[in-house]
């Protein structure tokens, strides 16, 4: 199966595609190298590098090769910077993903997967969140993500595409081998930040900030369902056989199932680095909902996703091996992780 990979050179984007390439299909990665890393690619995959906002590019690209399927993960996912700059983020996660799809539908491609977000359901209603659970995202991030699932939906009842959504709750973790992992130019996602404040002991600014400890939790701490970038990737996999299949268009939610505090997840960093997590507590993080835990029955029941890594340890110990063998992420790894 040929398949385009959009943002493949991102985090969860070169799991994918080192797995599509491990497990007998194509994939070709389309990345505009902004947040991506080349030495994240294995050389094996073609690179093409280029944004989606190229009309030329994306016309040359799918006459040039006839593809089966795309997904695409090439999207801006900061909810604070989407606060601060939201016509960049409709125009990078909304206007994009649709010359994306203008492009797909003149080349007659139909199969899209799509990375979504627990951010669509906003502040939740009820705990664990299924499909079923209203959407009202609280911020421009959560709403980018929204606007496409609707176009989706709108385009699969025109009978131009078929397609499926995963909406990834927090995304974490390593290769088992340390030599992929989490590099993000400006970090904010809380494993990586502890494992850094592990590394930098108590100097300046590698002390973590427990952001509010006075949630409706029972240790005053946010929950969150942490999965595996491998169990992600997984899924991907598993929805475009959907697809292949004959699958009728569909999202899925996409998490453990299971939440861990802040103050949880810091123990267990402890536990799995044999460390002390340099911590100080401070206020809440504007837009942060107390508890996030998704419901994955569905995808479990009508993909037969399953999570290799399903503890939270699992997790943090694969992600302890790259933060301690990578401290400045791919910088050092210039050709990248050799098979
Ligand atoms: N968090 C924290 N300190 C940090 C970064 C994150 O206390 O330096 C908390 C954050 O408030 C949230 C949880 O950790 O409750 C997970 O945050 P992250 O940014 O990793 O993912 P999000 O849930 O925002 O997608």
Redesign the pocket.
Known sequence: MEILVVGGAGYIGSFVSRMLLAEGYRPTVLDNLSLGHRAALDPRIPLVTGDLADGGLLQRLFSDRRFDAVMHFAALAS?AESVQAPLTYYRNNVANTLNLLAAMKNAGVARFIFSSSAAIFGTPERIPIDETHPARPINPYGRSKLMVEEILRDAAAAGDLQSVALRYF?AAGASPDGRMGEDHRCE???IP?VLKAVLGGAKSGAR?????TDYPTPDGT?V?DYIHVSDLARAHLLAADYLSAGGASAAFNLGNGKGFS?MEVIRTAEKVTGRAVAFETADR?AG?PAV?VAAADRISRELGWQPAYPTLEAIIETAWKWHASHPDGYAASQTGPQD
């Open positions: 909810v927090n904010t996602h809380l930040l973590l900030k427990v952001f509010g946010c969150r802040v993080r942060d996030l």
